[in-house]
C-alpha cells in the first residue's frame, strides 16, 4: 500500500509547481460558479481518504480484537500509522506529516473509527491537540525539537482534566510554581488521560502558584512536560466500557520540572481554541462508529431470512435503515462543514458544538438500532456491532458533555440575537 504521506507530497509538488499558472484562472472562475455540495472532494482530500480507508481495513482491522483485549495499541501498529503520515497529518512532509488541510484529517480520524475508535480517538487527540498547541503557541525551538517527534515517532498527550475538574474544564488544583533556579515545576495530579499510557510528551495545565479556582481562568498556564521526567507517575489504564485499547490514566506531578508552553496566565485560551476544533473530531469519530456499524449490519438484512424472505423486503426494517442513513448524512453535513469553517479561519464554536452534539447523539442511536435488526447475534461478542455501541457512549461525554454543548450552541444563539 502506498502511504497517505506519498499521495499527500504529490500532491502539494503538483501545487506548487502548476500555482503560477493556476492562479489566473482561479481569479477568473470564483465568482462564475456556485458553491459545490459540502461532501464534495477535492483530489487530494479523496487520495488521502482512499489511502487511509486501505490502511484501516487491510492492515488495521485484522488486530483491532486483539488490541481489545490485550487493552493497549501494539507498537507496530503505532509505527504504520507515523508511517502513513496520520500522527501529524497537517505537518509538512518534510518532517514527517501528510501536509493535508483540517478536512482531510477529519476525513482520515473518519476512516479510522470505522474499524476501531481507539485507533481514532489515538490520531485524533495528537494532532488536534497536541500538534496544534505546540505549532500555534510553541516557542522556534520546541516546534524544531517536538513537531518533528510527533510527526514520525513520538505521541503525545494533552493533560487538562482532574478529579475536580470535568465539565468546569478549568477549577484546576494542579499547581506550578518557579524554584529557585527559576524553572517552573508542577504538583497535582490528573485524571482521565487519554493516550497516557504510550505518550512521550505531555501538554499539562497547571495554576500559577497563587491562583485558585476561585480565580476562574486566572493563572490557568500550559506546560510541556517530557516522560521520562524525574517525580512523573503514571498509573495503569483505567478499566472503560469502551475505547479499550486507549490508554486512559492518572498522572500524578511530584514536584515534576517543565517548559513553559505560550504566555504564562493564558492557557485557557489556549485549551479553548483548541477543544473547540477538537470536538470536529470527535464527529468525525462518530460518523465513522456509525458507518461501520451500518455497513456491518446491512449484508446481515440482505442475505437473513425470516417469513420466506430477506429481512431487507420488510418495509419497517427498510424505514428503520433509510432514517439510519438520513441521520448519519445530517451529521456528516455538520462534521463537514464545521471543518471547513476551521480551515476558513471562522467562528467554529457553535458549528463544532452542533457537529459534535448531532453525531454523538446520532452514533449511539445507530448503533443501537444496528444491534436490535441483528436480534440474538448482535448482542454476541462474534458480531462487531456491540463493540461500535460500547465505543460510541464516550462521544457524549468526553471533550465536553452533550449538555455543555447545548449551553454553548445557547450562548451563541443568545449573542447572535443581540447583534440582530
Not at 520546541?142 to 513537531?147: F, N, V
Not at 500550559?222 to 524525574?230: G, S
Not at 449484508?299 to 438520513?326: C, D, K, N
Not at 456491532?385 to 462521544?395: H, N, T, V, W
Request: proline share 3%; glycine share 10%.
Amino acid at each position: 500500500m502506498v502511504s497517505c504521506r506519498v499521495f499527500m507530497s504529490r500532491a502539494l509538488q503538483i501545487n506548487r509547481s502548476s500555482i503560477g499558472r493556476r492562479s489566473l484562472h482561479i481569479t477568473a472562475t470564483h465568482h462564475q460558479s456556485a458553491p459545490g455540495p459540502l461532501t464534495r472532494l477535492t483530489e487530494d482530500e479523496r487520495l488521502l481518504q482512499e489511502s487511509v480507508r486501505r490502511l484501516a481495513q487491510d492492515k488495521l482491522l485484522p488486530r483491532v480484537r486483539a488490541m481489545e483485549q490485550q487493552g493497549r495499541v501494539d507498537q507496530d501498529v503505532l509505527d504504520q500509522l507515523f508511517q502513513a503520515g496520520l500522527m501529524g497529518a497537517e505537518l509538512e512532509p518534510e518532517i514527517g506529516g501528510s501536509g493535508c488541510g483540517f478536512l482531510g484529517l477529519m476525513l482520515a480520524v473518519e476512516e479510522l473509527a470505522r474499524v476501531d475508535a481507539s485507533l481514532a480517538v489515538l490520531v485524533d487527540i495528537q494532532n488536534t491537540l497536541v500538534v496544534a498547541i505546540i505549532r500555534r503557541f510553541g516557542t522556534e525551538e520546541q516546534r524544531r525539537r517536538y513537531l518533528p517527534l510527533l510527526a514520525q515517532s513520538w505521541v503525545g498527550s494533552f493533560c487538562l482534566s482532574e478529579a475536580g475538574s470535568g465539565s468546569d474544564a478549568f477549577a484546576l488544583s494542579c499547581k506550578a510554581k518557579k524554584d529557585s533556579q527559576g524553572q517552573y515545576v508542577i504538583d497535582g495530579s490528573k485524571l482521565w488521560i487519554s493516550n497516557s499510557d504510550v505518550a512521550k510528551i505531555f501538554v499539562v495545565f497547571a495554576r500559577l502558584e497563587g491562583t485558585g479556582p476561585a480565580d476562574g481562568h486566572r493563572g490557568v498556564t500550559a506546560f510541556l512536560v517530557e516522560r521520562d521526567t524525574p517525580g512523573l507517575e503514571i498509573a495503569r489504564p483505567e478499566r472503560k466500557l469502551g475505547l479499550e485499547a486507549s490508554g486512559t490514566c492518572a498522572l500524578q506531578f511530584n514536584g515534576v520540572k517543565a517548559q513553559l508552553l505560550g504566555e504564562a496566565g493564558v492557557g485557557y485560551r489556549y485549551a479553548a481554541a483548541l477543544l473547540n476544533e477538537s470536538r470536529v473530531g470527535i464527529g468525525a469519530q462518530m460518523i465513522g462508529l456509525a458507518r461501520g456499524c451500518l455497513d456491518a449490519t446491512l449484508p446481515y438484512l440482505m442475505e437473513r431470512r425470516q417469513f420466506g424472505q430477506p429481512i431487507w423486503g420488510f418495509q419497517s426494517v427498510q424505514h428503520q435503515v433509510a432514517r439510519m442513513a438520513t441521520e448519519l448524512e445530517c451529521s456528516r453535513l455538520l462534521v463537514y462543514n464545521a471543518a471547513r469553517c476551521v480551515e476558513a479561519g471562522e467562528d467554529v464554536r457553535m458549528p463544532a458544538s452542533m457537529a459534535k452534539l448531532h453525531s454523538s447523539e446520532m452514533a449511539q442511536r445507530v448503533a443501537s438500532q444496528c444491534i436490535d435488526l441483528m436480534g440474538g447475534l448482535g448482542f454476541t461478542k462474534d458480531y462487531p456491532q456491540e463493540k461500535f455501541y460500547r465505543d460510541c457512549k464516550a462521544g457524549t461525554i468526553y471533550e465536553g458533555t452533550s449538555n455543555m454543548q447545548l449551553t454553548t450552541i445557547a450562548k451563541c444563539i443568545e449573542k447572535i440575537q443581540a447583534q440582530s
